[in-house]
């Protein structure tokens, strides 16, 4: 069982930056990949980003964040970050941290923290 809890989220104005954080609670962290998701009200949640856990941490990003937000992470912190830059209002969503063991992929992730709300204004 994973527990994730995300850290981070907040109101910014467009073109601001805000970083998110994921502490993951198992201890075999450093084999998950870890994805980022977001849901936007009356929108269905959609892949942001994602990490693989190898020594060579390939990522994989949404076209719509793609040169804006950067996805990391630190195994000995249990930790994954979404670094979002150059922010704008369709940006505005509330942001889930996901786990599988596995490939990277865009879906179908087992473990799934509890969300963490950015608001971007105008």
């Known amino acids: 069982q994973v527990q994730l809890v995300e850290s981070g989220g907040g109101l910014v104005q467009a073109g601001g930056s805000l970083r998110l954080s994921c502490a993951a609670s198992?201890?075999?962290?450093?084999?998950?990949?870890m994805g980022w998701f977001r849901q936007a009200p009356g929108k269905e949640r959609e892949f942001v980003a994602a990490i693989t856990w190898g020594a060579v941490r390939s990522t994989y990003y949404a076209d719509s964040v793609k040169g804006r937000f950067t996805i990391s992470r630190d195994n000995a912190k249990n930790t994954v970050y979404l670094q979002m830059n150059s922010l704008k209002p369709e940006d505005t969503a509330v942001y889930y941290c996901?786990?599988?063991?596995?490939?990277?992929?865009?879906?179908?992730?087992?473990?799934w923290g509890q969300g963490t709300q950015v608001t971007v204004s105008s």
């Open positions: 996901a786990a599988d063991q596995g490939s990277i992929r865009t879906s179908g992730y087992a473990y």
């Open positions: 198992s201890r075999t962290f450093s084999t998950f990949t």
